[in-house]
């Protein structure tokens, strides 16, 4: 009954630090705040975990977990070279809207600390992208679709799916787009990004 109770409340814990963080963010987020969204107090969160940076890297390996076996699904499969580019683009961005923080955490944690992603590789199973690969050098021998590297179209499609959630603030600014506006322009990348993508190395 006890262990099944402290899963309770380390689930919990865990749903309100990640509700804090997307509202919040890491420097924003309070212990205490924290502790009052979970419903307990601020003694019982520093015994689950000691600090917030400890907090948080739990909040983002939860998450991970959820997002990579999604993403080795996909690189994994049967289908086509534009299909998976299409599945990859839905499930990733439709994902980060729910876990906004992501990026941001990632490229705050490898500025802060190089070791994090060598980290998480060794105890979590990132994507693995070989069989993509693959397939793209295939493709590009037997001539359906353009001469390009599999390493090079691989950090396009992460990269054109991951820079407007870094970049959220700026862009906003520039495009002149409130929050909702935003958020409609993020749905319509699902579709807008993988087009963009496959027109480029379309025969």
């Known amino acids: 009954m006890k262990k099944i109770k402290d899963i ?50 739990a909040v983002f390996k939860s998450a991970f977990n959820l997002l990579a076996p999604q993403m080795n699904t996909i690189l994994n499969d049967d289908s086509s070279v534009f299909n998976k580019i299409k599945k990859f683009t839905n499930n990733y961005i439709s994902f980060v809207i729910k876990h906004p923080y992501l990026p941001n955490f990632i ?62 603030p700026l862009l906003k600014g520039f495009l002149n787009l409130s929050n909702h506006d935003y958020n409609l322009m993020l749905e319509n990348r699902k579709t807008e990004v993988a087009e963009f993508i496959i027109n480029s190395i379309k025969v």
């Open 8 to 57: 309770t409340t380390e689930t919990s814990i865990l749903n309100a630090a990640k509700t804090i963080f997307e509202k919040k963010g890491m420097d924003g987020a309070r212990m205490q705040e924290i502790a009052d969204e979970a419903g307990i107090n601020k003694a019982l969160l520093h015994y689950y975990y000691r600090n917030k940076q400890q907090l948080f890297e």
């Open 107 to 168: 490229i705050q944690e490898l500025n802060k600390n190089p070791e994090f992603a060598i980290n998480i590789l060794a105890k979590n199973k990132f994507p693995n992208i070989e069989k993509f690969k693959n397939q793209i050098s295939e493709e590009v021998a037997n001539g359906t679709i353009k001469p390009i590297k599999a390493d090079q179209l691989f950090i396009n499609i992460l990269s054109l799916n991951i820079f407007p959630f870094i970049a959220a």
